[in-house]
DNA sequence: CGGCGCGGCGCC
DNA sequence: AAAGGGCGCCGCGCCG
């Protein structure tokens, strides 16, 4: 069963069953609606609506979980954009209606070259529901909104259905909307954030806490270090202008101020220069201003953006969470009582493309051990970081230095890997648009890049020309390439945190003791293991001790079922690094 | 004054 | 050690 959600008229929410569109199943104030909800919540329906952050806020905030959705905003932008529904989207078949809302990743430029659609730009949040219902009123036309998300729901469906994936399309369509709740859920819940110990870190490596204006004493060390080996009075070292000066009178000739290059000379000023900045990036980062902004109540609460990227990955705002220094995980601490579950996907992309070319021979090297250490027992490589780089180099498009010299050896060792991410490549270079495993594709390329190509192409075209057009369609080439890869990984990644999502409800179910956290996880998080922290490939799950053990049998139970809802019985393993610690920063052993 | 591009660097 | 993909955020410095 669906539900559909809306705002409907005088500022009443209405819950309407597509099946019986005329008869809402409810129609309630703005203050009744988590009620409802935690009503019908038993019967399992799927909630519809625009924009999963607009409603689901406030369920979470009323201590209502939902354990389905469909977020037509982000299926939407997956729809419209796939190559799987391009013959069905043809013709002007099942345009997207100008109101549905531009999803995370969709730019303007995007949006126009594939559909000619128009991208409707303006707010997306609870705002939107507010405003369409106003529009309703106005024109005294009853329902407009919700008949309109019914209308929606139906292209949707119809997209899906006449595709030429219909199963990946829905698999990657429940996928994406259960990550949608997954990242409202963990905002809500927080990091457990133990601000004590980030201090203590911040101690140590800076100094004391300075006073406002000032910096702290282990960079005003370094500091005037670099400045008498550069021999001279005053540099601001946070300006790269002036550094830079500095830096080439005192006759280092570098191009940038980038550590990599400064690393090549050899100079009393480098070290410290080098350890300077390492602080300033810490204290402006993940400093004690951004404990004071960031940490709440021993909770960091990151806004996530769950397809905020045009590969599918998520991206965050605010905060940095994505960015977390390995130096401050120590401040990852559980809550008294309760312990963390720290899983993460090992070597998971080249997992992942042996998967999707069916490449017998590279699902054999990562079969029962590390990847990387099956391709140098393989004998393609002599050493494991030889292996990492050969993969890196395959994976980005590679073609110069030691990497894209250990390319052409994977080439042979896999060659239908190989064979696939070229094709992706080769598909970017002509303009063109690559496809995930379950239907994500990608971007076509800005007018500009069409542009330069087009000049490239004309008869009084320069070796310029020519050179330029070919070094940006190689550009948008390892965009694909790598695009194919890192997008299915993604999709892997959202399949085992909604299936991990699923077997927690269970193991909730059967806590009895727990002690609730201490934090102020709010009343739905204050007894169950829930998810804390998503990480392209790694998860965090803050759990009651007494169900650690569970907790972590179902991190592993969930990669193991995303791994045969990708590929079925294809023999591609997916292991997992995997910790029961109380503080993140042990996972890492 | 705010907006914005850029260099630099943190993570995967 | 290795130079290829995806991001977000910071400070600086320029611009209107």
């Not at 169950?528 to 592993?556: G, K, N």
Request: hydrophobic fraction near 45%; charged fraction near 25%; proline fraction near 5%.
């Amino acid at each position: 069963m669906q539900i559909v959600v809306g705002m409907g008229e005088r500022g009443l929410v209405r819950l309407v069953d597509p099946e019986l569109p005329d008869e809402p199943v409810r129609e309630i104030a703005l203050d009744a609606f988590a009620d409802a909800v935690r009503d019908l919540e038993p019967s399992r329906p799927r909630w519809v609506w625009v924009d999963t952050r607009a409603w689901y806020p406030r369920l979470l905030a009323a201590g209502v979980r939902v354990d389905r959705c469909h977020d037509l905003r982000l299926c939407g932008a997956i729809l419209d954009h796939s190559t799987a529904t391009a013959s069905a989207r043809g013709a002007g078949g099942h345009p997207r209606p100008g109101w549905l809302p531009a999803g995370p990743a969709e730019t303007d430029a995007a949006s126009q070259a594939d559909t000619g659609a128009r991208v409707a730009v303006h707010s997306t949040l609870f705002d939107f529901d507010a405003e369409e219902a106003g529009e309703s009123t106005v024109t005294g036309a009853a329902a407009t909104l919700t008949d309109r998300l019914l209308q929606e729901l139906r292209r949707q469906e119809a997209l899906v259905a006449e595709s030429s994936a219909p199963g990946a399309l829905r698999l990657l369509l429940a996928a994406e909307s259960a990550g949608a709740l997954i990242g409202a859920e963990m905002h809500a819940a927080g990091l457990p954030w133990d601000r004590a110990v980030h201090e203590r870190v911040l101690e140590v490596e800076l100094g004391a806490r300075p006073a406002p204006g000032w910096k702290p004493s282990r960079m005003e060390e370094l500091a005037g270090r670099v400045r008498r080996e550069l021999g001279v009075a005053s540099v601001n070292l946070d300006s790269q202008a002036e550094l830079l000066r500095a830096l080439r009178l005192s006759g280092i000739q570098v191009d940038s101020t980038a550590r990599w290059e400064l690393r090549e000379h050899d100079h009393a000023a480098i070290e410290p220069l080098i350890a300077y900045k390492k602080l300033a990036r810490l204290m402006s980062a993940n400093g004690w201003a951004w404990l004071d902004e960031w940490v709440v109540d021993g909770r960091f609460r990151p806004e996530y953006v769950p397809g905020g990227t045009a590969t599918g990955r998520w991206a965050t705002s605010g905060g940095g969470a994505l960015q977390l220094p390995k130096n401050v995980r120590a401040a990852v601490v559980a809550d008294p009582g309760w312990t963390l579950v720290v899983a993460d996907a090992a070597q998971l992309e080249p997992r992942v493309l042996a998967g999707m070319a069916r490449d017998e021979a590279m699902a054999a090297a990562g079969r029962g051990r590390d990847f990387y250490l099956g391709l140098v027992d393989a004998g393609v490589v002599a050493t494991r970081d030889e292996a990492k780089y050969a993969i890196l180099g395959a994976m980005y498009g590679a073609t110069t230095g030691e990497s894209g010299r250990l390319v052409p050896r994977l080439a042979s060792a896999f060659p239908r890997g190989m064979a696939l991410v070229d094709r992706a490549a080769a598909e970017g270079e002509r303009g063109g648009s690559v496809t995930t495993l379950l239907g994500r594709s990608s971007p076509f390329p800005s007018a500009q890049w069409r542009a330069v190509q087009a000049r490239a192409s004309e008869p009084d075209a320069t070796a310029a020309d020519e050179r330029r057009a070919r070094s940006s369609a190689r550009d948008w080439g390892r965009f694909t390439r790598n695009f194919v890869v890192q997008g299915s990984a993604a999709e892997w990644s959202l399949c085992w945190m909604a299936g991990l999502r699923m077997r927690l409800d269970v193991i909730a179910s059967t806590v009895s003791s727990a002690t609730p956290a201490a934090g102020a996880s709010g009343p739905v998080f204050d007894r169950a293991p829930h998810l804390v922290y998503f990480l392209h490939d790694e998860i965090i799950v803050h759990t009651p001790r007494e169900v650690a053990d569970e907790v972590a049998a179902a991190v592993e139970t969930a990669a193991q079922a995303a791994g045969t809802l990708l590929f079925g019985d294809f023999p591609v393993e997916f292991p997992l690094d995997l910790a029961i610690v109380e503080s993140y920063a042990m996972a890492d052993a």
